[in-house]
């Protein structure tokens, strides 16, 4: 073999080039896959915030009328860590109720929670009614 062909003839394998430019691309890919997972993630903890938060409401929603007294007021209450519930009851004067014999109250449900650096809110909100005494 002389020196010529020995020159020209070309090694297998990658260069250096090449196998740096390969590690970039499997880092942006990877990167990116990395935070596609944790959006997922943070969006899946939200979903199971507000679901307890609304489950809280529903709860405190439940009660009035039936264990809590149907009155005009605000109570403020923390039944699970890093939850608290505020019920607020207001008479509902649209409309004459005075023939039925009834009292309508517009109640309003907000749940507060913590989540990261941000205070989130849910709200409810309906109309009970009372016999007039």
Do not use: C
């Not at 020159?7 to 090449?18: A, M, N, Q, S, Y």
């Not at 896959?33 to 969006?43: A, V």
């Not at 307890?52 to 264990?67: M, N, R, W």
């Amino acid at each position: 073999m002389n020196d010529f062909t020995s020159l020209t003839t070309r090694k297998k394998g990658f260069t250096l080039v090449e196998v740096l430019v390969s590690f970039l691309i499997l880092t942006f890919s990877l990167t990116v896959i990395y935070e596609s997972f944790m959006l997922g993630s943070s969006g899946i903890a939200r979903a199971e915030h507000q679901a307890k938060a609304l489950i809280l409401a529903q709860s405190a929603l439940d009660l009035v009328g039936a264990e809590v007294p149907l009155v005009p007021g605000e109570t403020v209450s923390s039944p699970e860590k890093n939850y608290e519930v505020r019920v607020r009851t207001i008479p509902f004067e649209e409309g004459d109720h005075s023939m039925m014999g009834i009292q309508l109250y517009e109640v309003e449900v907000r749940t507060l929670w913590q989540e990261r650096s941000n205070l989130r809110q849910l709200s409810i909100r309906t109309l009970k009614w009372a016999t007039k005494e």
